[in-house]
Each structure stands twice: as C-alpha cells, then as structure tokens.
C-alpha cells in the first residue's frame, strides 16, 4: 500500500482502528478492552458479563471525574461500539446461545497495540532482533538453494562447528547468556507471542467476511447450482491457497503437533524458572500461552466450519426442491394418461388445480373455548417471622461443564487417550457425584468417546465429613479426534 494522501484519508474515514483513535471514548475504549479482552486473552463474553465488567469501570471513572463524564448506562456504550459504522466489537449470538455475546475485531486490537507501543520501555533490547532476522536470512538463502553441492558443504560446515563447540565445552568451556541478553530474548518472545494472538483475529476476520459473502448469495441465489458452487468454491480456494491461508495451515499443523506441545512446555517452564526472567515478573498465564493459540486457532478453524456447513445445507434444500418438483410433474403426467385412457383429446379439455379435494367435516373443528380470567385477590403484605428451613435455597451446586470440558482438551493435548477414572486422578472431584453426572454427560455428547463394559473402574471422592464414596462403573475411554 502507497501512503498518498487519497488512501490515507480513505482509511482515516472507514478504518476502524483509525476511527477509534479518533473517538472521544479512545481512553476508555483502549484501557477496559484491553484489560477484558486481550490480557486474558478472551475471544468472547456474554453481553450480562461484559456489561457488568463495563459497569464497574464507568462507576469507578464517574467517582474520579465526576457524574457527568460518562453519563449513559454500559449496555447502550456496548451497542454503540458494536455498530458497524464503528465495528469495535463484534456483537453475535453463538451456536445453542440466545444471549448475545461480544468480541474484540482486528481493527480495535490493532490500534491497542500501536497504543502500547507508545509508552516508555525501561529495557529496549535489539541484539535479539539482529539474531532474528540473521536466522531469517539464512532460512531463506538455505531453503532456496537448489545447488545439491552448495547445501552439502554448508551442512558440513555447521557439523564443523557444532564438533568444535561440543569439544570446547568438554574442555569446561562452556559460554552462558548473561543476564542483560536473556532478558533480551525474552522480551522479544513476549513481543512475538502478543502479535501471534492478534495475528489470530485478522485471519478469522478474514475467513468471516468469506462466511458471510456466502450467506448473501445463498439468501439471493437463484440460479443454476453448480454456477454457485463454483464461485463459492473458487473464492474458498482463494483464500486457503493465498500466502496467509497456506501459513495458517502450516502453523496449525506444527502447533497441533503433541510433541511440539511437550518441547513447549518444556522449554516455557525450564525459560521462566530462570533468575533474570523471574526478575522480570512475567505473567503467570504465559506458561500457557501455547494453549492460548491452540484456543485462538480453533475460533478460527469453527469459522470454516461453518462456511462448509451453509454449502452442505444449501445443496441438502436444493436436492429436496428438485425432487419434489419432479415427483409433481410425475404425478401430472399420470393423472393426464389416466383421463385419455380409452379417448385421446385434441387440445387441453382440462385443468387440475390440486391433485386431490380437501374434505373439512364440520366435527373435526375445534370448539369455543370461553378464555380464562384470573382472579387477582388485592392483600397487603405483612412482614413477620417463619420457622421453615431455609438452607436449601443456599446450599445449590452448580457444575462448571465448561472447565470440565477443558479438563478433557487438555489432557488429550498431552496424549492419544484417557480413561474417566485417570482424568478423576488428574482433577479430582470437588462436587462429588454431581461433577462425576457432568463428566458422564460430555462423555455421551462426545463422537470419540468408547466404553469398555467388560473393564470396571473404582472412582472416588472425599466428602466435606472427610469421609469416601465410592463408584464401580464400566471404563469410559476419551480420545483425540
């Protein structure tokens, strides 16, 4: 893109990053979506929570700067930045959901992070950058030599040198990091790992837009099948074999990878034990921050999912139509053949408005039913004392099937299978029977879930008395997809 001036007034007027900037909510914007949004990395909130977390903000800035700041409630600040004029949120309702739930867009993320570039760093390392692009230089010069000779003497001369450094360090010479340059690297790390979540966005940004092109056409086409499923189809190939689909790919299926997931952990948990990098404080979540991507790279992925399920539909109600249309015009030319059976007429003699007559007999009506009026009773209220128990209206469980679903996602990261009772031994049950019920649910609503009624397994649980329950049931086996 050229920076004239027709283009940057183009993307002062349309983009919504710029456009944020711009607004006179930018302070509030940034700081609370950041804070919500992007430090968590949360890739949706219901619009109750969201509103809740937004209510406080405005409370506590209202308490500072006076009532008349912010004077308007969170939901209509919510919907105003929702609106597609602005696009700063996404506002959508998910699959099984009749809440409306919101979600940061690529724009906003963009312009938070050009934000945060702006404060003052203490530490501004550029040794590992010069590191970085010496690597990527010499990734490119090796991947694009084609001279068989020429990447021969190179891997030779690399042997050469790991032989001479694993001689040196036999000999006890043994170069370490210091702290500046691990501090350095890290930096650079957490730079790297906050612009792959946001990298994730723009990509699932991009598939949506393809999502929702599709849906127009759909609802408007109507026209010859195949014609559709060739432009849709062209614009899905377009995408997934452009440089940014074929790196997304390429990405998922070195992360997907379980052991370059055990090498991660490895390396995150052995790199933020060290003295310099524990000095630095970092954030106890980017332990797993592999897993954040992983998370990340499935909002994306669910997205294609969908595109695939709208062509499935859309031929599936296509076939229906074609079929009854033809079995309506069978019944037409049998109809027409049975009236011309013994006497064939010139010309039309007769038309058929329905295939058959529509017999209504008076019995079969429904009869009157006179509307019921409730009696309401005016009574005032009294205020007075019960003896009645009323401890159970405190004491409720409430299973968290969702963390209960990431207990499974996660040990499946790990390995190929788990039995019920190894994930228990993993997680063990704080809510007892109820949390044992929930785990029996997702493993029913799970494809890749098997039984194996010859194996019994012994589950147990401690109770709040300190005393053990027990449960035999067959083994129930989770496995990855």
């Known amino acids: 893109m050229t920076l004239d001036y027709a283009d940057l007034d183009q993307l002062r007027r349309t983009h919504p990053a710029w456009r944020l900037l711009r607004s006179d909510h930018a302070p509030l914007l940034a700081s609370f979506l950041h804070r919500v949004f992007i430090e968590p990395n949360v890739r949706l909130i219901g619009q109750a929570d969201l509103a809740e977390a937004l209510e406080d903000e405005l409370f506590s800035l209202r308490e500072t700067y006076g009532p008349e700041v912010f004077p308007r409630r969170a939901?209509?600040?919510?919907?105003?930045?929702?609106?597609?004029?602005?696009?700063?949120?996404?506002?959508?309702?998910?699959?099984?959901?009749?809440?409306?739930?919101?979600?940061?867009?690529?724009?906003?993320?963009?312009?938070?992070?050009?934000?945060?570039?702006?404060?003052?760093?203490?530490?501004?390392?550029?040794?590992?950058?010069?590191?970085?692009?010496?690597?990527?230089?010499?990734?490119?010069?090796?991947?694009?030599?084609?001279?068989?000779?020429?990447?021969?003497?190179?891997?030779?001369?690399?042997?050469?040198?790991?032989?001479?450094?694993?001689?040196?360090?036999?000999?006890?010479?043994?170069?370490?990091?210091?702290?500046?340059?691990?501090?350095?690297?890290?930096?650079?790390?957490?730079?790297?790992?906050?612009?792959?979540?946001?990298?994730?966005?723009?990509?699932?940004?991009?598939?949506?837009?393809?999502?929702?092109?599709?849906?127009?056409?759909?609802?408007?086409?109507?026209?010859?099948?195949?014609?559709?499923?060739?432009?849709?189809?062209?614009?899905?190939?377009?995408?997934?074999?452009?440089?940014?689909?074929?790196?997304?790919?390429?990405?998922?299926?070195?992360?997907?990878?379980?052991?370059?997931?055990?090498?991660?952990?490895?390396?995150?948990?052995?790199?933020?034990?060290?003295?310099?990098?524990?000095?630095?404080?970092?954030?106890?979540?980017?332990?797993?921050?592999?897993?954040?991507?992983?998370?990340?790279?499935?909002?994306?992925?669910?997205?294609?999912?969908?595109?695939?399920?709208?062509?499935?539909?859309?031929?599936?109600?296509?076939?229906?139509?074609?079929?009854?249309?033809?079995?309506?015009?069978?019944?037409?030319?049998?109809?027409?053949?049975?009236?011309?059976?013994?006497?064939?007429?010139?010309?039309?003699?007769?038309?058929?408005?329905e295939a058959a007559a529509t017999v209504e007999l008076p019995m079969e009506r429904p009869l009157y039913r006179p509307p019921v009026k409730p009696m309401i009773v005016d009574l005032a209220l009294e205020e007075g004392e019960t003896d009645a128990d009323l401890s159970s209206l405190f004491n409720q469980v409430v299973v968290d099937r969702a963390e209960l679903s990431r207990n499974i996602r996660q040990a499946l990261q790990e390995r190929s299978q788990i039995s019920l009772a190894e994930l228990v031994a993993l997680h063990p049950l704080h809510l007892g029977l109820s949390e044992l019920l929930a785990y029996l649910q997702l493993a029913s609503g799970r494809p890749n879930t098997a039984v194996d009624e010859e194996s019994i397994e012994s589950i147990e649980w401690q109770l709040e008395d300190g005393s053990y329950r027990r449960v035999r049931l067959p083994r129930i086996i989770f496995a990855r997809k």
Not at 131 to 155: C, I, W
Not at 309 to 329: K, P, S, T, V
Not at 336 to 347: D, H, I, K, Y
């Open 75 to 353: 939901s209509e600040y919510l919907n105003d930045w929702a609106d597609n004029e602005k696009g700063w949120l996404r506002k959508y309702y998910p699959p099984g959901s009749d809440e409306p739930h919101f979600d940061l867009t690529s724009g906003s993320e963009k312009s938070i992070a050009w934000l945060a570039s702006l404060t003052e760093r203490a530490f501004v390392g550029t040794e590992s950058r010069l590191l970085t692009l010496f690597a990527l230089l010499r990734q490119m010069s090796e991947g694009s030599e084609a001279d068989p000779e020429a990447r021969t003497a190179e891997l030779l001369r690399r042997r050469d040198e790991i032989d001479a450094e694993m001689e040196r360090i036999r000999d006890g010479d043994i170069s370490l990091l210091n702290d500046t340059a691990l501090k350095d690297r890290f930096q650079q790390f957490l730079q790297l790992a906050r612009d792959l979540l946001a990298d994730f966005r723009e990509v699932e940004h991009n598939f949506r837009s393809l999502d929702r092109q599709v849906r127009e056409r759909i609802a408007l086409w109507d026209g010859a099948k195949g014609e559709l499923l060739e432009e849709i189809m062209g614009q899905r190939d377009t995408i997934a074999d452009s440089d940014q689909g074929k790196s997304f790919r390429a990405f998922w299926d070195f992360l997907m990878s379980q052991s370059r997931q055990e090498e991660l952990s490895r390396l995150l948990e052995q790199v933020l034990t060290l003295p310099p990098v524990a000095a630095m404080q970092p954030e106890p979540r980017l332990r797993r921050v592999h897993y954040d991507w992983l998370e990340a790279g499935e909002h994306t992925q669910r997205t294609v999912a969908r595109l695939s399920q709208q062509l499935r539909r859309f031929l599936d109600d296509q076939a229906w139509l074609e079929n009854r249309r033809i079995m309506d015009i069978l019944h037409n030319i049998e109809a027409g053949s049975l009236a011309v059976r013994e006497n064939a007429p010139t010309g039309d003699f007769i038309e058929l408005a």
